[in-house]
């Protein structure tokens, strides 16, 4: 990590590189945006938008859960619930019982409502409430490497998978047919959501989460005229708004999460504006 820090000193030879919890936060923006940027191009895709909400908000309910348990790491018992919630989100999607975006608010509300009671019971939720907006600059070294590790297994899924993911987005009885194991890539796609999402709360916030997965793909879609540039774009419009927002709170004083959202939909409103002249 010494080695990293030195380098970040000397690429950014800015005052606040001085702090090396400001160096971590960076790091974590590297790793964080450019995963947020690949997933959010298929969530958008497959009209996922919901569902990663809902999962954020489940956080509650895998710590509320953990409590009762007496699991003292918060991020073991939401990582497990949260699995556990995907795949019987997805389970119960398949049935076609009721609509996909009924079933999602269902799920989101209950979890959620679940979570609050449980901790909340005491007076005890203030304990909680930094992970409603989160903090990156709070983020240690230990915790850098399992973003790291995720961010290594997503890109290995992404290059297996990444043809079958879009067949399925297209069409998935298409998919069917073409031999594609739709339900297994869609609970494996799930369930690195589902990690990412859970690793990521501490630092970005309950509340945010699900805008930073979406607003750039949402904005790449803006602009981009092929699936390249839409991947690409997204990455880019990830990493610039995390970096941005970064800094921006450093030098206002402000929650970094927020500001980062803030930086991400002014960039989807400029793209916006752009539509119409993008051939």
Not at 68 to 84: K, R
Not at 90 to 98: D, E, G
Request: glycine share 6%; charged share 10%; hydrophobic share 55%.
């Amino acid at each position: 990590m010494e080695l990293i820090y030195k380098l970040l000193e000397t690429i950014l030879p800015f005052h606040f590189m001085g702090y090396s919890f400001m160096k971590n936060a960076f790091i974590a923006i590297l790793i964080i945006t450019p995963l947020f940027g690949i997933l959010g191009t298929m969530i958008v895709n497959n009209r996922l938008a919901f569902f990663s909400d809902a999962l954020g908000h489940s956080a509650l309910t895998g710590i509320a859960i953990g409590v009762v348990f007496g699991i003292s790491d918060t991020n073991l018992s939401m990582v497990i619930f949260a699995v556990i919630f995907a795949l019987l989100l997805n389970y119960i999607k398949r049935k076609n019982t009721v609509s996909t975006d009924t079933i999602i608010s269902v799920f989101a509300s209950l979890s959620t409502a679940l979570g609050l009671v449980v901790l909340s019971k005491g007076g005890n939720f203030s304990k909680y409430s930094s992970l409603l907006v989160g903090d990156i600059l709070s983020i240690k070294p230990k915790e850098i490497l399992f973003l790291v590790l995720i961010f290594v297994v997503t890109l290995i899924f992404w290059g297996f998978a990444f043809n079958q993911l879009h067949a399925i987005s297209l069409n998935e009885t298409l998919a069917k047919s073409k031999n594609i194991h739709v339900n297994l890539i869609d609970n494996i796609f799930v369930i690195i959501i589902a990690f990412i999402v859970m690793l990521s709360i501490k630092w970005v916030g309950i509340l945010i989460i699900n805008a930073l997965l979406i607003l750039p793909a949402a904005s790449s879609r803006n602009l981009a005229t092929n699936m390249r540039e839409y991947h690409a774009f997204s990455i880019l419009i990830s990493m610039f708004s995390g970096i941005t927002g970064l800094i921006l709170s450093y030098y206002n004083n402000t929650a970094t999460g927020p500001t980062i959202v803030i930086i991400a939909s002014v960039v989807f409103f400029s793209t916006l504006l752009c539509k119409p002249y993008v051939k």
